[in-house]
């Protein structure tokens, strides 16, 4: 069958894992797949105009919660063109909250509900032999006026076996368009699935279930080679915690060491998971940045969150960082129910006593699949799917109104997030041009820094390729 596979635009500018990692099954399956990315500019522009040139079978979407109005909006396009090819939507919002979604938006046919790499073949092999779709699992449909849902699936074990994701996006597009933090060619990868512990705001223990998998430290490095021969210089691992198991993570430094393998790299951790041995071994194999989800400064906050942690655990992972001279940044959220000015002027006032290299303020949301949505649920909160976005505040928390929310995270742009180090990573960006398309995405970098600040470079430069 001809499959299309869909990435909705997003703020984040991350690869489309979610959906690169279903593209080698579903070839191995006998499948020709087509990723339509719209996050790349140029995609975006005129994605419509596949579906009229271009034999198409099935169509899968990936969409969050942010997302799932444009996941929408996309699948009533292509049904204008195609009314009968199936869509189907996976994800978390997907995932969630199956019933709702097939009733609000009635250009999803299918739903694929947890990790769709076994679900979307079996899914496909059943359509294509005439067999009921009843029997698949992981999946919900509408059937006969009413919605059916399969059982659940259980979980993937081994994720070694998937062949290379990286082969199936813009690797070139998301080496220079990314949002790693570092300058050089940089890209971003995830190595584990779930997570053991229990911070009401995130769904991945939910996803995932609390179940925690990796990668072998072997397909790591594997992984690892492949990314370096395609001129990365810097890798980020997304993974929500990557220190789970010290134990794996001492292994897989060693093996860096051992095979000398130069590049830096960047991972996100928990403060009470990381001690000075971890984080100097993992210096000296190259790890120069580290992301901790710090979120308040406040105990009643960070226990309302459920994050486990306290304040000091947090300045003593700051402390170790800045001993072994390696960057951090630090994640805050503002706007929790209980929360009050004084609980935020907390969390700014040990912003500062932290000193992060870099941080990001974001206005907290209950997303589908978190404890705390449905404990506003309870409360007696109503979303709305246009509101729920990191960057607006929606809700009114503790003494404190929406616009005193909006200018609390203003304060804090002013205050932490400075241009730093500017001429080395002038330095870094000139070292990273290996080519023609080089000089144009540096080009294009400069520009949009200059146009920020400088009127006239607004319409200066467009970019190369995009």
């Given at each position: ?6 990435q ?8 489309p ?8 099954p ?5 499948h ?7 996050q790349?500019?140029?995609v ?14 099935f169509?899968g979407?990936?969409?969050m ?21 199936p869509v189907?939507?996976?994800?978390v ?11 609000e938006?009635s250009?999803f046919?299918i ?10 073949v079996e899914l496909?092999?059943?359509m294509?032999?005439g067999?009921p779709i009843?029997?698949?699992k ?16 259980p ?23 990314n ?6 060619k940089?890209?971003s990868?995830?190595?584990s ?6 911070c ?7 996803f995932?279930?609390?179940?925690y ?6 397909a790591?490095?594997e992984?690892?080679?492949?990314i ?20 794996w993570?001492h ?10 393998l ?6 996100q ?11 100097s071994?993992m ?6 940045k580290?992301?901790f ?6 105990q ?5 969150y ?8 947090v ?6 960082c ?15 129910l ?7 002027e907390l ?33 007696g909160?109503h ?8 960057g607006?505040?929606t809700?009114?928390?503790?003494d404190?109104?929406l ?5 609390m ?10 241009k730093?180090?500017?001429?080395a990573?002038?330095?870094n960006?000139m ?6 398309s080089?000089?144009?995405?540096a080009?294009?970098?400069v520009?949009?820094?200059?146009k ?13 390729g995009?």
């Open positions: 069958m001809n499959i299309t596979l869909i909705p635009f997003t703020m984040s500018c991350e690869p894992i979610s959906l690169a990692v279903l593209i080698g579903l070839k191995q399956a006998g020709e797949v087509r990723l339509i990315d719209l790349i500019p140029h975006r522009r005129n994605w419509e105009s596949f579906f009229k040139s271009e034999p198409v079978d169509v979407i990936t969409a919660t942010p997302q799932v109005m444009q996941a929408d909006e996309i699948a009533q396009k292509i049904k204008a063109i195609l009314p009968d090819v189907v939507l996976g994800g919002h997907a995932t969630f909250l199956p019933e709702q979604t097939l009733r938006f250009a046919d739903l694929i509900m947890g990790e769709g790499e076994h679900t979307v496909l092999s059943n294509e032999r067999k009843a029997d698949v992981g999946i919900a449909y509408r059937s006969n006026g009413s919605i059916t849902i399969t059982s659940s699936r979980r993937i074990l081994d994720l070694d076996n998937w062949p290379n994701h990286h082969e199936y996006y813009d690797f070139d597009f998301y080496i220079h368009n949002s790693c933090g570092y300058t050089e940089c890209v990868t995830v190595v699935r779930g997570c053991p512990y229990n009401r705001f995130c769904a991945t223990k939910n995932w279930t609390m179940k998998i990796s990668k072998s430290t072997d790591v490095i992984e690892v080679r492949y370096l021969n395609r001129g990365v210089k810097d890798i980020m691992f997304r993974d929500s915690t990557f220190v789970i198991s010290k134990k993570v292994e897989f430094c060693e093996k860096i060491l051992q095979q000398k130069k590049f830096r790299w960047g991972v951790a928990r403060v009470e998971l990381v001690d000075f041995d971890l984080l071994h210096k000296n194999a190259g790890l120069n580290v992301s989800g710090v979120e308040s400064g406040s009643k906050i960070l226990d309302f459920g994050k486990g942690i306290t304040p000091r655990q300045e003593k992972a700051f402390e170790v800045r001993k072994l001279r390696i960057d951090t940044e630090a994640y805050f959220m503002l706007g929790a209980p929360e009050t000015r004084e609980d935020m969390t700014y006032q040990f912003a500062k006593k932290l000193k992060p290299t870099t941080s990001r303020v974001f206005l907290f949301m209950p997303l589908p699949g978190s404890e705390l949505y449905q404990y506003y649920i309870d409360q909160y979303f709305n799917y246009k509101d729920i976005h990191s607006k505040a809700f009114p928390c503790g404190i109104t616009d005193e929310i909006e200018e995270r203003m304060k804090w742009k002013r205050a932490f997030q400075r730093t180090r500017l001429l990573r002038g330095i960006l070292k990273g041009i290996r080519t023609v080089d000089v144009k995405h080009c294009y970098k520009s949009k820094r200059l920020r600040h400088i009127p006239i470079f607004s319409n200066t430069f467009e970019k190369g995009a």
